[in-house]
């Protein structure tokens, strides 16, 4: 078990990575979003391409994000329920979603996506749209981001049979706060102390 659990650390770290390299496209696409709409307003102009490149930002965000998201457990959960339920039930029951549900869909997705890509690439399929961009690079997002979802999905099914035999902690646990509650208060003692130091 120790050497899954470091091969589970290992895709942790992978998506932890890419996750993070994720959220600047966020960035990247408001940068171009704000420049595409600044020119389009000063100099009454704009480019099919600037609005495309947005889609695959925001794409390429959703698509590799995936695992990421898995990994910090920020998927949607029906918390209601799930909280009624001891913590060995609850593992159990994200191991059977993740072997009946997680994998195939994955599997599905890498297998109807990679022909789709090949198909763009090897056309060098273009936008419809005059001016628009090729299409193989967010082509390439769907077997990639289902892939890289698949891989978290075995780096969490390591991490259930690890707690369930006494050899990892409870990634599910419901204790302590949420990340989101830790970045209000992060952000509420920001606060503070910039008006702290306003009265000073």
């Known amino acids: ?11 942790d770290a992978v998506s932890e990575l890419i996750g993070k390299l994720a959220m600047w496209l966020i960035l990247a696409a408001t940068l171009i979003s704000t420049g595409n709409a600044l020119i389009r ?3 009454g102009t704009s480019s099919n391409a600037w609005l495309e490149i947005q889609w695959y930002l925001f794409a390429a965000v959703f698509m590799l994000g995936g695992g990421y998201a898995f990994l910090r457990n ?3 959960r029906i918390d209601f329920i799930s909280s009624k339920f001891t913590d060995r039930t609850r ?5 059977g979603g993740i072997l009946v549900f997680l994998f195939p869909l994955c599997y599905m997705m890498v297998t109807l996506g990679w022909p789709l ?5 090897e ?7 005059s001016g628009g961009l090729i299409r193989w690079p967010v082509y390439a997002l769907i077997p990639l ?13 390591i991490k259930r049979f690890a707690f369930l035999n006494g050899q990892g902690p409870d990634v599910l646990s419901h204790s302590g706060p949420s990340e989101t509650e830790l970045l209000a208060q992060e952000i509420a003692e920001q606060e503070k102390a910039r008006q702290a130091g306003a009265s000073a």
């Open 145 to 157: 981001g289902f892939a890289l979802l698949f891989v978290q999905g075995i780096s969490e099914l």
């Open 117 to 121: 890509f090949i198909n763009a690439l």
């Open 1 to 11: 078990m120790s050497f899954l659990l470091q091969i589970s650390r290992l895709i």
């Open 123 to 129: 056309s060098g399929e273009m936008s419809s749209n």
């Open 41 to 43: 307003k000063i100099f």
């Open 91 to 95: 593992n159990w029951i994200d191991i």
């Open 74 to 76: 920020a998927h949607v």
